[in-house]
């Protein structure tokens, strides 16, 4: 008879063998990712040059696109010059052109430098990265506002997408710098996050990925939002008063390019080491997520949400917490299920069998995943059971529960007997798993406890 060897979990192991369904999806998409001048300043491009280089080894195809404001600075203090910045936009003249001109070529070539290595035992080694950049944008001047001349400050007017795609068909890496140059041949300024949008947007990139110089989108409590609509983050823009220009600017093309089809949009703080792979090689991320519509959704279930419960509920059932359910149980009563999907994970479900002659319904098999418990969602899971029960015509809903009679209570689930459950349900009582019976009536509109 063999026996089995208790395996020690490497965290290493674990940790990339979770990863691999973002490897394998991520393989062959676009990724348009922007990030500041301050990248170079501070020595911390080095590590996002491996991060880059680990992303084009994965088979993704980057367009990357800079900043270059502290360069920009550092040239116009030389120069005894500074630029004007009004409502935000920095007004270009012909001194502060040159030194746009200058910063962004140094930048450009450092950022080509940093991707050229290839040291041996060094992230870089074997990388053999080729990286281009080209006359990709088409700028118009900003013109006049208000009475303020912006003189060179432009916005784009057109992306060439056809010749970067072509350029990205070879494998290579876009480069783009905050340029922008007209028909007449003039040169533009243009802020960073505004041509990374455009770009997006222009090729049908599949992620846009803004790295902030802030430590990211937080709400009231100081937490990073994890995701959040373009309707949602256009309230954050109106009710918060004091935000950096450079933010407000990238959280303005976040929203118009979501809105254009770029289906996510990823505000990261660069601060933190690896973010980029932290970011698109786990679930949860460790930034904000701009959709369309809010990833995480709770909807009835269907015959392909099958391994997905099994495989939520199992470790429930073997301590005991729930009844034991068989995959050709649960493919027969499926449409009986609802449940929570966080970027097509399940994460929680819940069923709802209907006793439609004492207008009642159990509700079954209420779990959330221990690592998205205590966030609410079991609460959202109850609320969309208790509304399909109502769109049924059931009046009240109850439960049998060993180990969670508690949480129901809280929930306003009340004590009952045996006896009053449903005759067809009071048959199939299993006396000696003694489970608690918890009731609550629900309420509608009309109801004296309606609110």
Not at 119 to 127: C, E, I, K, V
Request: charged share 25%.
């Amino acid at each position: 008879m063999a026996i089995k060897k208790n395996r020690l979990r490497d965290p290493f192991v674990e940790w990339f063998r979770a990863s691999s369904p973002y490897i394998h999806a991520h393989r062959g998409r676009t990724f348009v990712i922007a990030f500041g001048g301050e990248a170079l300043m501070d020595g911390g491009f080095a590590g996002l040059a491996h991060d880059i280089a680990i992303l084009h080894g994965l088979g993704i195809r980057l367009v990357l696109v800079h900043g270059a404001r502290p360069q920009i600075e550092e040239r116009l203090r030389l120069r005894n010059a500074q630029m004007q910045i009004v409502n935000g936009l920095r007004v270009t003249d012909n001194v502060a052109l040159d030194c746009v001109k200058e910063a962004a070529g140094t930048v450009r070539v450092e950022v080509e430098a940093l991707l050229s290595m290839g040291l041996t035992n060094s992230p870089m080694a074997g990388a053999n990265i080729r990286v281009a950049s080209g006359n990709f944008v088409t700028a118009r001047p900003l013109g006049v506002h208000d009475g303020i001349d912006y003189c060179h400050t432009g916005q784009v007017r057109r992306i060439d997408a056809s010749a970067i795609s072509q350029l990205l068909e070879t494998g290579a890496i876009a480069l783009i710098p905050p340029l922008g140059y007209s028909p007449t041949g003039e040169v533009f300024n243009l802020t960073a996050a505004d041509v990374a949008g455009s770009v997006a947007s222009s090729i049908g990139a599949d992620k846009l990925i803004l790295l902030l110089e802030e430590q990211g989108i937080k709400d009231s409590r100081g937490k990073i939002l994890t995701n959040v609509i373009p309707d949602e983050l256009e309230a954050i823009l109106s009710r918060r008063k004091h935000i950096p220009d450079e933010l407000k600017q990238s959280l303005v093309s976040a929203i118009e390019c979501c809105r254009s089809g770029v289906k996510r949009v990823h505000l990261l703080s660069r601060q933190m080491d690896g973010a980029l792979l932290k970011e698109l090689f786990s679930r949860d991320g460790i930034g904000t997520m701009l959709t369309a519509e809010h990833y995480e959704s709770i909807k009835t279930a269907s015959i392909d949400d099958v391994g997905g419960i099994l495989e939520l509920l199992s470790p429930l059932e073997q301590q005991g917490i729930l009844v034991r359910r068989s995959r050709e149980l649960l493919e027969t009563e499926i449409e009986r299920f609802s449940v929570v999907v966080l970027d097509g994970m399940i994460i929680g479900c819940a069923a709802l069998y209907p006793y439609q002659p004492e207008q009642m319904a159990e509700l079954a098999c209420v779990a959330v995943h221990q690592e998205y418990s205590g966030e609410g969602r079991g609460d959202r899971l109850l609320s969309h059971m208790e509304q399909r029960a109502l769109h049924s015509g059931i009046k009240s809903v109850f439960v049998l529960t060993t180990q969670t009679t508690h949480w129901f209570r809280e929930r306003g689930f009340d004590p009952l007997s045996v006896d009053q459950l449903p005759m067809a349900k009071r048959t199939l009582y299993n006396y000696q798993r003694n489970s608690k019976v918890l009731v609550k009536r629900l309420e509608q509109e009309g109801d004296p406890g309606y609110r």
